[in-house]
């Protein structure tokens, strides 16, 4: 389990330069810097998550306590998730995040953060066993979509819908075949939910099909069947660690002899930070 982590100074520092990045253009060799650097973001990513093994991520609010029922829908998720076999991959964050990471936390599952680097200090919650940081969102999305078989969405804001939507236009478009998607806090969704199987249907912006992209429930039994029906954890063998990178052991929380050979550009996890 990983100590609560703060993002540190550098991150306002990140935060301005990200600003200036998306403020236009920039001389030809800035945009060269930001280009390596972006590349680089992206390998520490791989090499930090290419063990992690079969993983769910979990969306949802930082904003909900302890008490909240969702907190605790999120937390029952992601003890069910850890007995099927899956790690709970969050934003690492509190609220929804830390409720699933505590409930894989204590049925012994992997239990993962992937933040991103804000302004702000952030404090990592205490259920996980490794946190990676990215400075770009766009990069943790591809980490999350890359490393994860299915995504569970809980009640949340911007980031949330960003998350939600982005998702299920790359299934809708066939980049990312078999891929579930679970909504839960049905009463939370219900206006969004009906506005996609409704207007957005009816004014012909999506096809008859889509909605079915969802599923639509807070039940966690129905949940994790449907993400084993569509993405079981077998699916996912873990690669064994390449010795001619220095890597000696495999992710915590796996199955050595479910690794299979891999030579590629992957590591034992680091903070994200190489």
Same mark, same amino acid.
């Given at each position: 389990?990983?100590?609560?982590?703060?993002?540190?100074?550098?991150?306002?520092?990140?935060?301005?330069?990200?600003?200036?990045?998306?403020?236009?253009?920039?001389?030809?060799?800035?945009?060269?810097?930001?280009?390596?650097?972006?590349?680089?973001?992206?390998?520490?990513?791989?090499?930090?998550?290419?063990?992690?093994?079969?993983?769910?991520?979990?969306?949802?609010?930082?904003?909900?306590?302890?008490?909240?029922?969702?907190?605790?829908?999120?937390?029952?998720?992601?003890?069910?998730?850890?007995?099927?076999?899956?790690?709970?991959?969050?934003?690492?964050?509190?609220?929804?995040?830390?409720? =699933?990471? !505590?409930?894989?936390?204590? #049925?012994?599952?992997?239990? $993962? +953060?992937?933040?991103?680097?804000? %302004? /702000?200090?952030?404090?990592?919650?205490?259920?996980?066993?490794?946190?990676?940081?990215?400075?770009?969102?766009?990069?943790?999305?591809?980490?999350?979509?890359?490393?994860?078989?299915?995504?569970?969405?809980?009640?949340?804001?911007?980031?949330?819908?960003?998350?939600?939507?982005?998702?299920?236009?790359?299934v809708q478009t066939g980049k990312v075949p078999n891929?579930?998607?679970?909504?839960?806090?049905?009463?939370?969704?219900?206006?969004?939910?009906?506005?996609?199987?409704?207007?957005?249907?009816?004014?012909?912006?999506?096809?008859?099909?889509?909605?079915?992209?969802?599923?639509?429930?807070?039940?966690?039994?129905?949940?994790?069947?449907?993400?084993?029906?569509?993405?079981? =954890?077998? !699916?996912?063998?873990?690669? #064994?660690?390449?010795?001619? $990178? +220095?890597?000696?052991?495999?992710? %915590? /929380?796996?199955?050595?002899?479910?690794a299979r050979p891999d030579e590629d550009l992957a590591?034992?996890?680091?903070?994200?930070?190489?």
């Amino acid at each position: 389990m990983t100590k609560p982590s703060q993002a540190g100074r550098g991150s306002s520092k990140r935060h301005r330069d990200t600003r200036r990045f998306l403020a236009g253009p920039q001389r030809r060799l800035e945009d060269l810097r930001w280009a390596a650097g972006i590349f680089g973001e992206f390998i520490r990513g791989f090499r930090a998550l290419a063990f992690a093994g079969p993983c769910v991520t979990v969306f949802g609010s930082a904003r909900f306590g302890p008490d909240h029922r969702w907190y605790a829908l999120a937390r029952e998720l992601g003890g069910a998730l850890a007995d099927a076999g899956y790690g709970t991959m969050t934003g690492g964050g509190p609220g929804i995040m830390e409720a =699933a990471n !505590r409930g894989a936390h204590e #049925r012994g599952g992997l239990s $993962l +953060g992937c933040n991103i680097t804000l %302004p /702000h200090e952030q404090t990592a919650n205490p259920y996980l066993d490794r946190m990676v940081e990215f400075d770009h969102f766009f990069v943790r999305k591809v980490m999350l979509v890359k490393y994860s078989l299915a995504f569970a969405i809980l009640p949340g804001g911007f980031g949330t819908l960003d998350e939600l939507f982005e998702t299920a236009t790359l299934v809708q478009t066939g980049k990312v075949p078999n891929f579930p998607i679970v909504l839960m806090g049905t009463d939370y969704w219900a206006e969004a939910v009906a506005f996609v199987r409704g207007r957005m249907v009816e004014e012909g912006t999506i096809s008859p099909s889509d909605p079915n992209l969802f599923l639509f429930t807070d039940d966690v039994g129905q949940a994790l069947d449907h993400i084993r029906g569509i993405a079981p =954890a077998e !699916r996912a063998p873990r690669p #064994r660690p390449a010795r001619v $990178l +220095g890597e000696t052991r495999p992710y %915590p /929380h796996t199955d050595e002899s479910e690794a299979r050979p891999d030579e590629d550009l992957a590591s034992t996890p680091t903070d994200g930070r190489t």
